[in-house]
T-cell receptor, first 115, second 109 residues
Framework: EAGVAQSPRYKIIEKRQSVAFWCNPISGHATLYWYQQILGQGPKLLIQ????????DSQLPKDRFSAERLKGVDSTLKIQPAKLEDSAVYLC?????????????FGAGTRLSVL | GQQLNQSPQSMFIQEGEDVSMNCTSSSIFNTWLWYKQDPGEGPVLLIALYKAGELTSNGRLTAQFGITRKDSFLNISASIPSDVGIYFCAGLRHNDMRFGAGTRLTVKP
C-alpha cells in the first residue's frame, strides 16, 4: 500500500513570496490533515478535512494560509505571502476512520525555508 | 492548542541500555500514540493504546496507557544504534490529536 505522498520535499523562498504544497493521502482515507512542525517542536495541526469538507481550521492563520481538498482526495496548502516565521516542515497525514482508532499516517513532509 | 508535556527532552545512552520516556496532560485522552521521527522524514507510528491501563509491546518497545487517561509511558529495552531519533507522544480525543514536543534519543555504540 502506498503511503502519504507530499511534494515538493524542499522549498526555499523569500519573504512575501507565495508557496504551495501538495498532498496525496493513502487511498481510501477520508480524513486528511495538514500540520506545521517548527524545529524542535511536535507537529501542530493547521487544518483537518473530512472528504472535501473542513472539520477543523481553528489554528490556521487564515490571513495568509489557505487549503483546499476539492475532490475529497488530494489537497494543497498555500501560504501567501510568506513570513520568516513560516519556516518549518509541513506534514500531511491521513486516516481512514473517525473515533478512537483514527490512526494518522504521515507523509515525509515539505521543508520550507523563508529567507 | 494545548500540547502534551513530554519528558525528558533528550537522552544520551549507551548501546544496550534501557530507555524510558513519558507524556502527561491535564486533559483526558481516549487514545495514546507513540511515533518515531527520523531526520527528514515524517513521524512513523510505533504503538497505539486504546484503553486505560493497557500495556502493549512492539518488539523491544513497550508502552502503557495511564490509569488516569492523562499520561502514557514508552520503554525501549536493549537499545541499538538505529533507535536514534525523536520520539513523540500523541493523545487523541474526539478526532483531535495533540503532540508532545518530543524526546531526542542518541545511542552511543
Amino acid at each position: 500500500e502506498a503511503g502519504v505522498a507530499q511534494s515538493p520535499r524542499y522549498k526555499i523562498i523569500e519573504k512575501r513570496q507565495s508557496v504551495a504544497f501538495w498532498c496525496n493521502p493513502i487511498s481510501g482515507h477520508a480524513t486528511l490533515y495538514w500540520y506545521q512542525q517548527i524545529l524542535g517542536q511536535g507537529p501542530k495541526l493547521l487544518i483537518q478535512f473530512q472528504n472535501n469538507g473542513v472539520v477543523d481550521d481553528s489554528q490556521l492563520p487564515k490571513d495568509r494560509f489557505s487549503a483546499e481538498r476539492l475532490k475529497g482526495v488530494d489537497s494543497t496548502l498555500k501560504i501567501q505571502p510568506a513570513k520568516l516565521e513560516d519556516s518549518a516542515v509541513y506534514l500531511c497525514a491521513s486516516s481512514p476512520l473517525r473515533g478512537p482508532k483514527n490512526i494518522q499516517y504521515f507523509g515525509a513532509g515539505t521543508r520550507l525555508s523563508v529567507l | 492548542g494545548q500540547q502534551l508535556n513530554q519528558s525528558p527532552q533528550s537522552m544520551f545512552i549507551q548501546e544496550g541500555e534501557d530507555v524510558s520516556m513519558n507524556c502527561t496532560s491535564s486533559s483526558i485522552f481516549n487514545t495514546w500514540l507513540w511515533y518515531k521521527q527520523d531526520p527528514g522524514e515524517g513521524p512513523v507510528l510505533l504503538i497505539a493504546l486504546y484503553k486505560a491501563g493497557e500495556l502493549t509491546s512492539n518488539g523491544r518497545l513497550t508502552a502503557q496507557f495511564g490509569i488516569t487517561r492523562k499520561d502514557s509511558f514508552l520503554n525501549i529495552s536493549a537499545s541499538i544504534p538505529s533507535d536514534v531519533g525523536i520520539y513523540f507522544c500523541a493523545g487523541l480525543r474526539h478526532n483531535d490529536m495533540r503532540f508532545g514536543a518530543g524526546t531526542r534519543l542518541t545511542v552511543k555504540p
